[in-house]
């Protein structure tokens, strides 16, 4: 009777430290951009890993200057849903002949992540 105490004991105290793992912050990817026209443009981008969260966001942020994050100055934001996977968004209103630099980005319960900053030109 004691060694079946122990043993549930034991199974109990290991599925309460499984259960009581904290998320991390998801990994994401950011990917080509592609159909670049005038005023449009197609971004890529993944969550690769979720971090043990649920991504309740994902999407792109884009400007015309460097170091794109959410909120910053001259920075838009393409909401493109949530959860893990692929995804993509169509940027529009964009100004002819400029550069934009855009991320793929993703929020869960431990915060945000950005992946790869990259660059296309408008033409």
Known sequence: MK???SFF???SIISITYSCKKAVAPTVS???ATNVQYQTATTAGSVDNNGGGTV???GFVYSNVQSVTIGGTYVKQAISG????AFTSDLTGLSPSTTYYYKAYAINEAGTSYGEEKTFTTL
Do not use: H, N, Q, Y
């Open 9 to 11: 004991l034991v199974i």
């Open 3 to 5: 060694k079946l105490m």
């Open 30 to 32: 950011t990917g080509s």
């Open 82 to 85: 949530s959860g893990d996977g």
């Open 56 to 58: 309740s966001e994902r």
